[in-house]
């Protein structure tokens, strides 16, 4: 499995990358993770298209299909969410200092946010799921929440897969969005389109590479909450540790795979 690829090597056009699609399913979702550190480098217009035309092929609430999606390039528009991505960061990542401690791994991912912060503006390019719909003013029930933002994230993590696939780098964030009044000025949104999140796309600096995430038999419960067979448990891993997979990478190789340039 090439879970330390780096970006494609040479041309970068669609017609060059579009093969890449072919990545095996499961290798793609074991090693898309957040890619914050990527290159100004141009990303070519027809891998973007191609990327949201994936996360098309997502399911929606009654088959709506409310999605919209922005497309920023514009370096002001992009400036003027750098300036809210740090505003909403100097609270955030205040507190986040705080809490993280000695967390070795947590300080890194703190130091690709700042990184992102800082460099946010640089971004070759970033999509910007919207849903289209009625404005609710009224608190609504969790169901229509749920069906209402379960309506987006499906297509942004096909987008996430299509963009790791050809071997974009990106994140999904929402911290530039913390106003979305005034988001919806910058981009020009109508009431009835609301923001719902960023997708920062462009080469990676670093590599790809394993996600760290709880084993599967920690988070799941036989018939009622609380009964866990599985504790403790992988697939095919039955001594995984609870607190992370065995095959979890060591913060020196986690530090590799996103902070490495
Ligand atoms: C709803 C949501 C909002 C997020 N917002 C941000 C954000 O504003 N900034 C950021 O750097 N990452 C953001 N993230 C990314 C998470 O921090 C990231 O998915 C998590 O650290 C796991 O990273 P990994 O896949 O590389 O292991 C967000 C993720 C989700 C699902």
């Keep these: 499995m090439t879970i330390n690829e780096r970006a494609p090597e040479g041309d970068r056009s ?22 914050r550190r990527i290159l100004p480098d141009p990303v070519d217009d027809d891998i973007v298209l ?26 002001e528009v992009l400036a003027t969410f750098a300036r809210r991505y740090r505003q909403a960061w100097s609270l ?3 507190l986040g200092e705080r809490v993280v401690g000695n967390d070795e791994s947590m300080r890194k991912i703190l130091a690709a946010v700042a990184w992102q912060v800082e460099h946010f503006t640089e971004a070759p390019v970033v999509v910007v799921p919207c849903l289209e719909g009625a404005q609710r003013f009224a608190p ?11 309506s987006i994230y499906p297509s942004v993590q096909n987008l996430l897969l299509a963009a790791r696939a050809m ?9 530039p969005l913390w106003s979305v009044t005034l988001s919806r000025r910058t981009l020009g949104l109508p009431m009835t389109v609301q923001p719902v999140c960023m ?17 599967v038999g920690d988070v ?42």
């Design 14 to 35: 669609y017609a060059a990358v579009a093969d890449r699609l072919t990545m095996p399913l499961v290798e793609a979702m074991e090693t898309q993770r957040a890619v």
């Design 50 to 75: 191609r990327c949201i035309e994936l996360g098309l092929k997502a399911p929606t609430g009654s088959n709506g299909q409310n999605w919209q999606f922005v497309v920023v390039k514009d370096r």
């Design 92 to 94: 955030y990542g205040g």
């Design 140 to 150: 609504v029930p969790a169901l229509a929440a749920s069906s209402w933002y379960g």
């Design 167 to 175: 071997g974009l780098g990106a994140s999904l964030i929402t911290l």
């Design 199 to 215: 997708v920062p796309l462009g080469w990676p600096r670093g590599r790809y590479g394993p996600t760290t995430r709880k084993p």
């Design 220 to 261: 799941v419960h036989l018939d009622r909450f609380g009964t866990r067979p599985w504790r403790g448990q992988g697939v095919g891993r039955p001594q995984e540790r609870s607190v992370a997979a065995a095959d979890d990478p060591t913060p020196a190789e986690r530090d590799a795979t996103e902070v490495r340039s």
